[in-house]
Protein backbone atom coordinates (compact mmCIF):
# COMPACT_ATOMS: atom_id res chain seq x y z
CA UNK A 1 0.00 0.00 0.00
CA UNK A 2 0.89 3.67 -0.83
CA UNK A 3 1.86 5.70 1.60
CA UNK A 4 -1.17 8.39 0.41
CA UNK A 5 -1.55 11.71 1.51
CA UNK A 6 -5.24 13.39 0.50
CA UNK A 7 -4.83 16.62 -0.22
CA UNK A 8 -7.17 19.98 -0.47
CA UNK A 9 -4.68 22.12 -0.98
CA UNK A 10 -4.15 26.10 0.31
CA UNK A 11 -5.78 28.46 -1.67
CA UNK A 12 -7.63 31.75 -1.85
CA UNK A 13 -7.51 33.27 2.31
CA UNK A 14 -11.05 32.10 3.55
CA UNK A 15 -11.84 29.97 0.12
CA UNK A 16 -14.30 27.16 0.35
CA UNK A 17 -12.82 24.60 -2.80
CA UNK A 18 -13.07 21.86 -0.81
CA UNK A 19 -15.05 18.65 -2.50
CA UNK A 20 -18.19 18.91 -0.61
CA UNK A 21 -18.94 22.22 -1.82
CA UNK A 22 -21.12 23.11 -4.49
CA UNK A 23 -19.94 26.37 -5.39
CA UNK A 24 -16.39 26.81 -4.89
CA UNK A 25 -15.48 30.97 -3.62
CA UNK A 26 -15.50 32.98 -0.79
CA UNK A 27 -18.39 33.40 0.59
CA UNK A 28 -20.50 36.23 2.44
CA UNK A 29 -19.82 34.68 5.94
CA UNK A 30 -17.05 32.59 6.61
CA UNK A 31 -18.11 29.04 5.70
CA UNK A 32 -16.38 25.82 5.38
CA UNK A 33 -18.29 22.31 4.08
CA UNK A 34 -16.48 19.17 5.06
CA UNK A 35 -14.21 17.41 1.98
CA UNK A 36 -16.59 14.06 1.99
CA UNK A 37 -15.57 13.18 -1.57
CA UNK A 38 -11.61 13.38 -0.42
CA UNK A 39 -12.37 11.76 3.13
CA UNK A 40 -14.28 9.27 1.22
CA UNK A 41 -11.47 7.35 -0.82
CA UNK A 42 -9.20 8.37 2.45
CA UNK A 43 -11.14 5.48 4.33
CA UNK A 44 -10.51 3.35 2.05
CA UNK A 45 -6.89 3.40 2.09
CA UNK A 46 -4.86 2.03 4.87
CA UNK A 47 -2.19 4.52 6.35
CA UNK A 48 -3.79 7.67 4.49
CA UNK A 49 -3.56 10.55 6.04
CA UNK A 50 -6.53 13.89 4.90
CA UNK A 51 -5.38 17.43 5.05
CA UNK A 52 -8.07 20.04 4.42
CA UNK A 53 -5.86 22.83 4.17
CA UNK A 54 -8.18 26.56 3.87
CA UNK A 55 -10.13 25.29 7.16
CA UNK A 56 -7.20 24.71 9.24
CA UNK A 57 -5.61 27.59 7.40
CA UNK A 58 -2.76 25.45 6.44
CA UNK A 59 0.20 26.80 4.05
CA UNK A 60 2.63 25.06 1.74
CA UNK A 61 5.32 24.83 4.41
CA UNK A 62 2.86 23.42 7.03
CA UNK A 63 1.90 20.44 4.65
CA UNK A 64 5.48 19.89 3.14
CA UNK A 65 6.63 17.76 5.90
CA UNK A 66 3.94 15.09 5.94
CA UNK A 67 3.93 15.20 1.98
CA UNK A 68 7.66 14.55 2.27
CA UNK A 69 7.41 11.20 3.81
CA UNK A 70 4.74 10.12 1.01
CA UNK A 71 4.75 8.13 -1.98
CA UNK A 72 1.26 9.23 -3.31
CA UNK A 73 -1.01 12.39 -3.17
CA UNK A 74 -4.47 12.67 -4.09
CA UNK A 75 -5.44 16.18 -4.99
CA UNK A 76 -8.86 17.67 -5.20
CA UNK A 77 -9.27 20.19 -7.59
CA UNK A 78 -11.88 22.77 -8.70
CA UNK A 79 -12.27 24.94 -12.28
CA UNK A 80 -11.69 28.11 -9.88
CA UNK A 81 -9.04 26.77 -7.81
CA UNK A 82 -7.16 24.99 -10.64
CA UNK A 83 -4.10 27.20 -11.72
CA UNK A 84 -3.83 27.46 -7.96
CA UNK A 85 -4.01 24.11 -7.54
CA UNK A 86 -1.56 22.90 -10.02
CA UNK A 87 0.89 25.54 -8.39
CA UNK A 88 0.99 23.23 -5.55
CA UNK A 89 1.69 20.37 -7.39
CA UNK A 90 4.31 21.58 -9.05
CA UNK A 91 6.10 23.00 -5.40
CA UNK A 92 5.24 19.25 -4.36
CA UNK A 93 7.13 17.53 -7.42
CA UNK A 94 10.26 19.72 -6.78
CA UNK A 95 9.97 19.09 -2.92
CA UNK A 96 10.15 14.91 -3.26
CA UNK A 97 10.47 14.03 -7.39
CA UNK A 98 10.11 10.36 -5.89
CA UNK A 99 6.27 11.48 -5.58
CA UNK A 100 3.25 10.01 -7.39
CA UNK A 101 0.69 13.20 -8.11
CA UNK A 102 -2.83 12.35 -9.17
CA UNK A 103 -5.81 14.93 -8.95
CA UNK A 104 -9.75 14.77 -8.25
CA UNK A 105 -12.54 16.75 -9.51
CA UNK A 106 -15.08 17.56 -10.87
CA UNK A 107 -12.73 19.57 -13.44
CA UNK A 108 -10.41 16.68 -14.32
CA UNK A 109 -13.33 14.89 -14.74
CA UNK A 110 -14.32 16.55 -17.23
CA UNK A 111 -11.24 17.62 -19.22
CA UNK A 112 -9.01 14.95 -17.89
CA UNK A 113 -6.98 16.09 -21.45
CA UNK A 114 -6.28 19.44 -20.75
CA UNK A 115 -5.64 19.15 -17.09
CA UNK A 116 -2.69 16.84 -17.19
CA UNK A 117 -1.76 18.61 -20.55
CA UNK A 118 -1.81 21.77 -18.07
CA UNK A 119 1.08 20.86 -15.96
CA UNK A 120 4.08 18.23 -16.62
CA UNK A 121 3.89 17.24 -12.37
CA UNK A 122 0.39 15.56 -12.64
CA UNK A 123 0.88 11.91 -12.93
CA UNK A 124 -2.80 11.38 -13.86
CA UNK A 125 -6.09 12.47 -13.07
CA UNK A 126 -9.19 10.09 -12.07
CA UNK A 127 -12.35 10.43 -13.99
CA UNK A 128 -16.08 10.85 -12.59
CA UNK A 129 -16.67 8.83 -9.34
CA UNK A 130 -13.09 7.87 -8.29
CA UNK A 131 -13.20 6.00 -4.72
CA UNK A 132 -12.13 2.35 -6.14
CA UNK A 133 -10.02 3.85 -8.71
CA UNK A 134 -8.03 5.90 -5.68
CA UNK A 135 -7.51 2.58 -3.99
CA UNK A 136 -6.09 0.60 -6.63
CA UNK A 137 -4.13 3.03 -7.65
CA UNK A 138 -2.84 3.92 -3.76
CA UNK A 139 -2.75 -0.64 -3.61
CA UNK A 140 0.24 -0.40 -6.12
CA UNK A 141 -1.85 -1.38 -9.64
CA UNK A 142 -0.17 -0.84 -12.51
CA UNK A 143 -1.83 2.67 -13.77
CA UNK A 144 -2.64 0.81 -17.57
CA UNK A 145 -4.81 -1.70 -15.24
CA UNK A 146 -7.28 0.93 -13.57
CA UNK A 147 -10.44 1.71 -14.95
CA UNK A 148 -11.25 5.21 -14.77
CA UNK A 149 -7.78 6.16 -15.21
CA UNK A 150 -5.74 8.86 -16.73
CA UNK A 151 -2.46 9.14 -16.98
CA UNK A 152 1.34 10.13 -18.35
CA UNK A 153 3.63 7.77 -19.52
CA UNK A 154 7.04 7.87 -19.38
CA UNK A 155 7.84 8.94 -22.76
CA UNK A 156 4.89 11.50 -22.09
CA UNK A 157 2.11 10.00 -23.94
CA UNK A 158 -1.41 10.92 -22.45
CA UNK A 159 -3.26 7.19 -21.75
CA UNK A 160 -7.30 6.86 -20.88
CA UNK A 161 -8.01 3.74 -19.49
CA UNK A 162 -11.91 2.34 -19.51
CA UNK A 163 -14.40 4.41 -17.79
CA UNK A 164 -15.13 2.89 -14.19
CA UNK A 165 -18.70 1.92 -14.21
CA UNK A 166 -20.16 4.04 -10.72
CA UNK A 167 -21.15 2.28 -7.42
CA UNK A 168 -24.28 0.62 -7.04
CA UNK A 169 -23.93 -1.16 -3.72
CA UNK A 170 -23.29 2.20 -1.78
CA UNK A 171 -23.01 0.33 1.81
CA UNK A 172 -19.96 -1.03 1.06
CA UNK A 173 -18.64 2.23 1.26
CA UNK A 174 -16.49 2.40 4.86
CA UNK A 175 -17.71 5.83 7.19
CA UNK A 176 -15.83 8.84 6.56
CA UNK A 177 -16.62 10.17 10.22
CA UNK A 178 -14.09 7.95 11.44
CA UNK A 179 -11.55 10.15 8.93
CA UNK A 180 -12.91 13.58 10.42
CA UNK A 181 -12.31 12.31 13.58
CA UNK A 182 -8.44 10.73 12.99
CA UNK A 183 -7.41 14.36 10.87
CA UNK A 184 -9.78 17.22 11.00
CA UNK A 185 -10.89 19.74 13.92
CA UNK A 186 -14.91 19.72 12.90
CA UNK A 187 -14.99 23.34 14.76
CA UNK A 188 -13.38 24.64 11.55
CA UNK A 189 -16.03 23.93 9.59
CA UNK A 190 -18.49 27.14 9.74
CA UNK A 191 -22.08 27.49 8.18
CA UNK A 192 -24.22 30.23 8.24
CA UNK A 193 -27.51 28.59 8.52
CA UNK A 194 -26.60 25.66 10.95
CA UNK A 195 -25.60 25.47 14.08
CA UNK A 196 -22.17 24.92 15.60
CA UNK A 197 -20.10 22.67 15.34
CA UNK A 198 -22.05 20.45 12.70
CA UNK A 199 -21.04 17.51 11.07
CA UNK A 200 -21.99 16.24 7.80
CA UNK A 201 -21.66 13.52 5.22
CA UNK A 202 -23.51 11.68 2.11
CA UNK A 203 -26.45 8.73 2.70
CA UNK A 204 -26.23 8.74 -0.89
CA UNK A 205 -25.32 9.96 -4.28
CA UNK A 206 -26.90 11.33 -7.31
CA UNK A 207 -29.69 13.59 -8.04
CA UNK A 208 -32.67 13.13 -10.48
CA UNK A 209 -33.33 16.53 -11.04
CA UNK A 210 -31.97 18.05 -14.50
CA UNK A 211 -31.08 21.40 -13.18
CA UNK A 212 -28.80 22.76 -16.20
CA UNK A 213 -26.09 24.41 -13.81
CA UNK A 214 -25.97 21.70 -11.06
CA UNK A 215 -22.16 21.07 -11.03
CA UNK A 216 -22.19 17.51 -9.15
CA UNK A 217 -25.25 15.12 -10.76
CA UNK A 218 -23.59 16.25 -14.18
CA UNK A 219 -20.06 15.39 -13.79
CA UNK A 220 -19.23 12.67 -10.77
CA UNK A 221 -22.53 12.00 -8.92
CA UNK A 222 -25.15 11.29 -11.88
CA UNK A 223 -28.51 11.17 -12.41
CA UNK A 224 -29.94 8.15 -10.55
CA UNK A 225 -30.20 8.41 -7.11
CA UNK A 226 -27.85 5.84 -5.63
CA UNK A 227 -28.22 5.46 -1.78
CA UNK A 228 -27.06 3.72 1.35
CA UNK A 229 -29.30 1.63 3.66
CA UNK A 230 -30.81 3.20 6.49
CA UNK A 231 -29.45 0.54 9.04
CA UNK A 232 -26.25 1.56 7.72
CA UNK A 233 -26.78 5.16 7.67
CA UNK A 234 -27.78 4.68 11.26
CA UNK A 235 -25.02 3.34 12.22
CA UNK A 236 -22.71 5.63 11.29
CA UNK A 237 -25.46 8.33 12.99
CA UNK A 238 -24.36 6.54 16.15
CA UNK A 239 -20.98 6.23 15.50
CA UNK A 240 -20.43 10.03 15.09
CA UNK A 241 -23.20 10.94 17.78
CA UNK A 242 -20.73 9.28 20.38
CA UNK A 243 -17.03 10.25 18.94
CA UNK A 244 -18.71 13.77 18.73
CA UNK A 245 -20.53 14.46 21.82
CA UNK A 246 -19.64 18.44 20.92
CA UNK A 247 -21.68 18.40 17.75
CA UNK A 248 -25.47 20.10 17.33
CA UNK A 249 -26.27 19.26 14.44
CA UNK A 250 -25.78 16.67 11.62
CA UNK A 251 -25.88 17.60 7.88
CA UNK A 252 -26.95 15.26 5.46
CA UNK A 253 -25.34 16.25 2.12
CA UNK A 254 -27.08 14.11 -0.47
CA UNK A 255 -28.12 16.76 -3.76
CA UNK A 256 -31.96 16.08 -2.54
CA UNK A 257 -32.56 13.66 0.51
CA UNK A 258 -36.05 14.07 -0.43
CA UNK A 259 -35.58 12.21 -3.73
CA UNK A 260 -36.86 9.05 -2.40
CA UNK A 261 -39.98 9.88 -0.11
CA UNK A 262 -40.19 6.52 1.43
CA UNK A 263 -36.63 6.14 2.32
CA UNK A 264 -36.22 9.69 3.88
CA UNK A 265 -39.47 9.01 6.13
CA UNK A 266 -38.21 5.63 7.52
CA UNK A 267 -34.85 7.19 7.85
CA UNK A 268 -36.14 10.44 9.39
CA UNK A 269 -37.60 7.98 12.16
CA UNK A 270 -35.07 5.78 12.70
CA UNK A 271 -33.18 8.76 13.34
CA UNK A 272 -36.07 10.03 15.59
CA UNK A 273 -35.04 7.19 17.82
CA UNK A 274 -31.57 9.27 18.13
CA UNK A 275 -32.77 11.96 19.29
CA UNK A 276 -30.64 14.34 17.38
CA UNK A 277 -31.40 17.21 15.56
CA UNK A 278 -30.55 16.95 11.49
CA UNK A 279 -30.52 18.99 8.57
CA UNK A 280 -30.63 18.94 4.60
CA UNK A 281 -30.98 19.41 1.20
CA UNK A 282 -34.56 19.40 -0.21
CA UNK A 283 -36.80 20.01 -3.10
CA UNK A 284 -39.26 22.68 -3.02
CA UNK A 285 -42.20 20.31 -3.64
CA UNK A 286 -41.87 17.98 -0.51
CA UNK A 287 -45.46 16.71 0.78
CA UNK A 288 -46.50 18.01 4.12
CA UNK A 289 -47.44 14.67 5.39
CA UNK A 290 -43.34 13.63 5.01
CA UNK A 291 -42.49 17.14 6.28
CA UNK A 292 -44.03 16.41 9.50
CA UNK A 293 -42.67 12.78 9.76
CA UNK A 294 -39.18 14.22 9.53
CA UNK A 295 -40.30 17.80 11.68
CA UNK A 296 -41.37 14.64 14.30
CA UNK A 297 -37.96 12.77 14.30
CA UNK A 298 -35.59 16.04 14.75
CA UNK A 299 -35.47 17.77 11.19
CA UNK A 300 -34.82 21.43 11.99
CA UNK A 301 -33.61 23.10 9.15
CA UNK A 302 -34.42 21.71 5.17
CA UNK A 303 -31.79 24.41 2.08
CA UNK A 304 -33.97 24.61 -0.51
CA UNK A 305 -32.74 25.47 -4.07
CA UNK A 306 -35.24 28.12 -5.39
CA UNK A 307 -33.12 29.87 -7.35
CA UNK A 308 -35.75 32.42 -9.08
CA UNK A 309 -39.05 33.53 -8.39
CA UNK A 310 -39.86 33.36 -12.50
CA UNK A 311 -41.56 30.68 -14.08
CA UNK A 312 -40.16 30.79 -17.51
CA UNK A 313 -36.37 30.60 -15.77
CA UNK A 314 -37.29 27.76 -14.06
CA UNK A 315 -38.24 26.22 -17.46
CA UNK A 316 -35.23 27.26 -19.00
CA UNK A 317 -33.28 25.69 -16.32
CA UNK A 318 -34.80 22.83 -16.28
CA UNK A 319 -35.95 22.97 -12.32
CA UNK A 320 -38.66 20.67 -12.45
CA UNK A 321 -40.68 22.95 -10.08
CA UNK A 322 -43.60 24.98 -10.04
CA UNK A 323 -43.58 28.48 -8.12
CA UNK A 324 -47.17 28.14 -6.79
CA UNK A 325 -45.64 24.41 -5.24
CA UNK A 326 -42.63 26.04 -4.01
CA UNK A 327 -44.48 28.97 -2.18
CA UNK A 328 -47.32 26.07 -0.83
CA UNK A 329 -44.31 23.92 0.62
CA UNK A 330 -42.73 27.50 2.37
CA UNK A 331 -46.04 28.06 3.76
CA UNK A 332 -45.96 23.80 5.04
CA UNK A 333 -42.91 24.71 6.60
CA UNK A 334 -43.41 27.74 8.36
CA UNK A 335 -46.45 26.33 9.92
CA UNK A 336 -44.84 23.16 10.98
CA UNK A 337 -41.74 25.13 12.38
CA UNK A 338 -39.24 23.95 10.11
CA UNK A 339 -36.52 26.30 9.55
CA UNK A 340 -35.80 27.32 5.83
CA UNK A 341 -32.27 28.41 4.40
CA UNK A 342 -33.22 29.89 0.59
CA UNK A 343 -30.84 29.68 -2.18
CA UNK A 344 -31.36 31.97 -5.25
CA UNK A 345 -29.49 32.30 -8.68
CA UNK A 346 -29.17 35.52 -10.42
CA UNK A 347 -28.25 35.91 -13.96
CA UNK A 348 -29.24 32.48 -15.42
CA UNK A 349 -30.68 31.99 -19.26
CA UNK A 350 -33.83 34.34 -19.28
CA UNK A 351 -32.44 36.67 -17.04
CA UNK A 352 -33.81 40.50 -17.24
CA UNK A 353 -34.40 43.30 -14.38
CA UNK A 354 -38.05 42.50 -14.28
CA UNK A 355 -37.11 38.63 -13.53
CA UNK A 356 -34.81 39.62 -10.69
CA UNK A 357 -37.36 41.96 -9.33
CA UNK A 358 -39.58 39.43 -9.32
CA UNK A 359 -37.10 36.88 -7.65
CA UNK A 360 -36.51 39.53 -5.06
CA UNK A 361 -40.19 40.17 -4.26
CA UNK A 362 -40.64 36.53 -4.16
CA UNK A 363 -37.98 35.76 -1.75
CA UNK A 364 -39.51 38.43 0.74
CA UNK A 365 -42.72 36.85 0.45
CA UNK A 366 -42.26 33.67 1.30
CA UNK A 367 -39.30 34.41 3.90
CA UNK A 368 -37.13 32.05 4.68
CA UNK A 369 -35.07 32.39 7.93
CA UNK A 370 -31.61 33.34 5.85
CA UNK A 371 -30.68 33.07 2.20
CA UNK A 372 -27.66 32.58 -0.30
CA UNK A 373 -27.82 34.48 -3.37
CA UNK A 374 -25.33 33.30 -6.22
CA UNK A 375 -24.45 34.26 -9.71
CA UNK A 376 -25.42 31.72 -12.58
CA UNK A 377 -21.85 29.86 -12.71
CA UNK A 378 -21.14 28.15 -16.19
CA UNK A 379 -19.28 25.29 -14.86
CA UNK A 380 -17.52 23.20 -17.16
CA UNK A 381 -19.35 19.91 -17.89
CA UNK A 382 -22.23 20.92 -17.25
CA UNK A 383 -25.48 22.23 -19.73
CA UNK A 384 -25.53 25.60 -19.01
CA UNK A 385 -21.76 26.02 -19.86
CA UNK A 386 -22.25 24.61 -23.69
CA UNK A 387 -25.49 26.38 -23.74
CA UNK A 388 -23.07 29.49 -23.20
CA UNK A 389 -20.27 28.36 -25.75
CA UNK A 390 -23.26 27.75 -28.31
CA UNK A 391 -25.08 31.37 -27.46
CA UNK A 392 -21.98 33.73 -27.25
CA UNK A 393 -22.80 34.41 -23.48
CA UNK A 394 -19.45 33.87 -22.11
CA UNK A 395 -17.07 36.33 -21.58
CA UNK A 396 -13.62 36.48 -23.69
CA UNK A 397 -11.18 35.11 -20.99
CA UNK A 398 -13.49 32.35 -21.32
CA UNK A 399 -15.75 32.86 -18.42
CA UNK A 400 -13.53 33.20 -15.18
CA UNK A 401 -15.50 31.92 -12.12
CA UNK A 402 -13.67 33.65 -9.06
CA UNK A 403 -11.52 36.75 -9.06
CA UNK A 404 -8.03 37.46 -7.93
CA UNK A 405 -9.74 36.95 -4.21
CA UNK A 406 -11.39 34.11 -5.09
CA UNK A 407 -14.74 35.21 -4.54
CA UNK A 408 -17.32 34.49 -7.32
CA UNK A 409 -17.65 36.68 -10.50
CA UNK A 410 -20.29 36.50 -13.43
CA UNK A 411 -18.30 35.50 -16.85
CA UNK A 412 -22.30 35.31 -18.29
CA UNK A 413 -23.31 38.31 -20.06
CA UNK A 414 -26.61 38.91 -22.79
CA UNK A 415 -27.61 41.49 -25.25
CA UNK A 416 -30.14 42.78 -22.80
CA UNK A 417 -28.63 42.59 -19.31
CA UNK A 418 -24.91 43.74 -18.19
CA UNK A 419 -22.97 42.07 -16.28
CA UNK A 420 -23.21 45.13 -13.60
CA UNK A 421 -26.84 44.82 -13.64
CA UNK A 422 -26.47 41.23 -12.18
CA UNK A 423 -23.90 41.77 -10.07
CA UNK A 424 -25.41 44.91 -8.30
CA UNK A 425 -28.50 43.24 -7.91
CA UNK A 426 -27.19 40.50 -5.24
CA UNK A 427 -26.29 43.65 -3.36
CA UNK A 428 -29.71 44.74 -3.02
CA UNK A 429 -31.38 41.30 -3.14
CA UNK A 430 -29.77 40.67 0.63
CA UNK A 431 -30.41 44.49 1.16
CA UNK A 432 -34.11 44.36 0.58
CA UNK A 433 -34.10 41.20 1.96
CA UNK A 434 -32.58 41.37 5.31
CA UNK A 435 -32.65 45.00 6.03
CA UNK A 436 -36.94 44.72 6.68
CA UNK A 437 -38.01 45.71 9.97
CA UNK A 438 -39.60 42.37 10.65
CA UNK A 439 -36.51 40.43 9.54
CA UNK A 440 -34.19 42.64 11.50
CA UNK A 441 -36.31 42.28 14.70
CA UNK A 442 -36.54 38.39 14.15
CA UNK A 443 -32.88 38.31 14.36
CA UNK A 444 -32.61 40.16 17.35
CA UNK A 445 -34.68 38.36 18.95
CA UNK A 446 -32.95 35.32 18.29
CA UNK A 447 -30.09 37.21 19.64
CA UNK A 448 -31.24 37.94 22.49
CA UNK A 449 -32.53 34.70 23.67
CA UNK A 450 -29.25 33.44 23.20
CA UNK A 451 -26.04 34.85 24.04
CA UNK A 452 -24.61 32.35 21.77
CA UNK A 453 -25.73 33.02 18.81
CA UNK A 454 -25.81 36.44 19.81
CA UNK A 455 -21.95 36.46 19.61
CA UNK A 456 -22.25 34.44 16.50
CA UNK A 457 -24.50 37.04 14.83
CA UNK A 458 -22.51 39.78 15.53
CA UNK A 459 -19.30 37.91 14.07
CA UNK A 460 -21.33 36.78 10.67
CA UNK A 461 -22.46 40.43 10.64
CA UNK A 462 -19.50 42.02 10.51
CA UNK A 463 -18.12 39.36 7.20
CA UNK A 464 -21.55 40.36 5.92
CA UNK A 465 -21.68 43.66 5.94
CA UNK A 466 -17.56 43.10 4.69
CA UNK A 467 -18.49 41.35 2.01
CA UNK A 468 -21.32 43.77 0.62
CA UNK A 469 -18.31 46.38 0.72
CA UNK A 470 -16.00 44.56 -1.30
CA UNK A 471 -18.67 43.35 -3.73
CA UNK A 472 -19.30 47.48 -4.37
CA UNK A 473 -15.64 47.75 -4.46
CA UNK A 474 -15.12 45.37 -7.35
CA UNK A 475 -17.82 47.39 -8.75
CA UNK A 476 -16.79 50.66 -9.27
Known amino acids: MMRTLFLQAPSFEGFDGGAGARYQNRREIRSFWYPTWLAQPAAMVEGSKLIDAPPHRLTFDDIAPEARVRDLVVLHTSTPSFSSDIETVRALKEMNPKLTIGL ?156 NLPRVEELARQIGKLGITWSCNVKGNVPRATLKVMRDNGLRLVVVGYESGNQQILHNVKKGMLVDVARRFTKNCHELGITIHGTFILGLPGETTETIEETIRFATEINPHTIQVSLAAPYPGTFLHRQALENGWLDDDGGELVDERGSQLLPLHYPHLSHTQIFQSVDDFYRRFYFRAPKVAAMVGEMLRSPHMAKRRLREGLEFFRFLHDRREAAS
Open 104 to 259: IGAKVAVDAEGSLRACQAIDFVARNEFDVTIKEVAEGRELSRVAGLSYRTADDCIVHNEDRPILHAMDELPFVSPVYQRDLIIENYFSGYLKHPYLSFYTGRGCKSRCTFCLWPQTVGGHRYRVRSVGHVIEELRWAAAAFPQVKEFFFDDDTLTD
